[in-house]
């Protein structure tokens, strides 16, 4: 009982506009209150009316009341809250701007929850209650909130559109069948659901098997990533350690010569000093020698001089060569120039040696992109199966035979309006892009067809040469022509020769930028050439005209 006063509590004091517990209350002059905002909201949507009413009793006031906040009220409301009552989150099911209102609240409206495909009407929680409880009720469609609901009634009947014609591929209702679409072929609209059904499970199937054939292609182009990267990495690791070797052994030689050089200099100076320290003890001798000789000759007695004369010792033999040959400043001079003639023989195999080395990191692109096939059966191992994107094909193209064949009609073709169509030129792009290495083949009859590759940002709109494959810098195109062809790109045109073939093969390397056009009968034959870089995916493009011109995008096998 205690939990149902707290209940009847809470209604009382709850607006009836939003359902919440009363936010700053106002009462209006006939008795009922309402949050200060919610009821602010109401009146300013009867502004342009003039007339302003009571959401609960439609009393009316003129002029636009004065709200003034109802203290009492509120601070009644903040005691039940303090008593455990808790207003609900602020705008927890206001119907804002993108939200589908309830088409059955009034003032400020709450998010529906539930759309009737019946009643084409949606509900809130509260007002889809009778859709639950009364019988006749239960039995309308439920849905999800759906803004789209008036787009099931016919805008010239009035009525809901419960049929499809398939004629005409749109929906109708029962009046319609009357008079415009009297003899088309209709179903009802279930029945065209169905089969409709089935044919997209049937697309999803393909789709789903198409990401699991892409995400295999994601694994192994992961794998080739981390096996680029773990040989990259070995690479570095190896060269670091042979480059470090390398370096060692030069210093080390260095440090040979340095402790050669030091050891033979020791050895010199060595030899000289011993040789010096000889010619000074002759030097002192010989001074001694000249002292006694000069004492001698100053002796005055004559017999004395001659007494002595002969006591006097000869002299000895030098110990050292007559003559020293001195080379200043040229002692190591030769091993000098022995470790620059080395430096110089090992700086011309460093840069012959890099160049190589260069030269075999730059192939290593080359290594991971095969070259280009040289026979058909080659070609055919890369060969990707592309369907064409109606969305971009030219008014005056009809496709067919599973949107792989394009043929050029006077008669325009009813496409809806889209974006990515080519409004000027006689063209249509694929579907699928083209990357890593792939190969296809187009057979075309009469007039001049182009067969191209481009980015898919190329310009749609006009005649203009941003939009024609191969007059701008996002295309590259083949044209094809009773008795010659022409390569175009970037408007600069390039006359071929080749022999003449209904079948033109397209090979791309994405990663090498390379592209090739082969004229495809009993033996391939290149007709041209490209080597570039390209920078985003590719798309196969037709450019077809003339009177019942087609080209068809071959399944190779």
């Known amino acids: 009982m205690a939990q149902k006063g707290v209940q009847l509590d809470q209604e009382a004091f709850s607006c009836s506009i939003c359902l919440d517990l009363l936010k700053d209350p106002v009462t209006t002059a006939c008795g009922h209150s309402y949050c200060m905002n919610c009821i602010k909201f109401h009146f300013d949507e009867e502004d342009r009316k003039g007339i302003h009413s009571c959401p609960e009793c439609r009393k009316t006031f003129i002029p636009r009341p004065v709200l003034e906040k109802n203290i009492m009220l509120a601070n009644l409301v903040e005691q039940l809250k303090k008593t455990g009552l808790q207003a609900a989150p602020a705008d927890h099911c206001y119907a804002g701007p993108e939200d589908v209102a309830c088409d059955v609240c009034t003032g400020r409206k709450l998010k529906a929850i539930k759309s009737c495909l019946f009643c084409l009407a949606s509900y809130c929680e509260k007002h889809l209650q009778p859709h639950y409880d009364v019988a ?50 209709t179903v009802p609209a279930a029945a065209e659901r169905t089969e409709k059904q089935k044919q997209l499970e049937l697309r999803r199937l393909n789709i789903q098997q198409r990401i699991q054939e892409q995400e295999k292609d994601v694994k192994l182009l992961q794998q080739e990533v981390e096996a680029i990267n773990g040989s990259a990495d070995k690479a570095v690791e190896d060269s670091e350690k042979m480059f470090t070797e390398l370096i060692c052994l030069i210093q080390k030689r260095s440090s040979d010569v340095k402790q050669q050089v030091r050891s033979q200099q020791e050895t010199e100076v060595s030899r000289v000093k011993e040789l010096q320290e000889k010619l000074e003890q002759e030097i002192a001798e010989l001074k001694r020698k000249d002292g006694e000789l000069e004492q001698l000759s100053h002796t005055e007695d004559h017999n004395q001089f001659l007494h002595n004369y002969p006591s006097l010792s000869a002299l000895s033999e030098s110990t050292h060569s007559s003559s020293i040959n001195i080379r200043p400043l040229r002692y190591f001079e030769d091993v000098t120039a022995a470790v620059s003639e080395t430096r110089d023989i090992l700086q011309d195999i460093l840069r012959e040696e890099w160049t190589n080395i260069s030269l075999t990191v730059t192939a290593e692109d080359v290594l991971l992109s095969p070259p280009e096939p040289k026979t058909r059966a080659g070609f055919l191992k890369c060969s990707c199966e592309i369907t064409l994107d109606p969305n971009t094909a030219n008014t005056h193209l009809l496709l067919s035979e599973g949107n792989r064949k394009a043929k050029f009609m006077k008669q325009q073709q009813s496409y809806s309006d889209h974006p990515d169509r080519f409004t000027g030129w006689r063209q249509v792009l694929s579907r699928e892009s083209l990357t890593g290495r792939c190969y296809c083949e187009v057979e075309w009859r009469g007039g001049t067809v182009c067969v191209a590759v481009t980015y898919k940002n190329i310009s749609r709109a006009g005649r203009g040469n941003e939009c024609g494959f191969g007059y701008n810098d996002k295309s590259w195109a083949l044209y094809c022509y009773t008795n010659s062809y022409k390569f175009l790109h970037n408007n600069v045109n390039t006359d071929l020769s080749g022999p003449r073939s209904s079948r033109v093969g397209v090979y791309l390397d994405h990663r090498a930028g390379i592209l090739s056009f082969y004229s495809v009968s009993e033996t391939m034959t290149l007709l041209h050439r490209v080597q570039t870089t390209f920078t985003q995916p590719l798309y196969a493009g037709l450019y077809i005209w003339g009177n019942g011109a087609t080209a068809e995008l071959i399944k190779v096998k």
């Open 136 to 185: 006749p009720l239960k039995k309308h469609k439920l849905g999800a909130p759906s803004k789209k609901l008036q787009e099931n009634i016919c805008s010239r009947h009035d009525e809901v559109m419960k049929i499809f014609c398939r004629t005409d591929q749109q929906s109708i209702c029962y009046l319609c069948t009357m008079d415009e679409h009297k003899g088309h072929e």
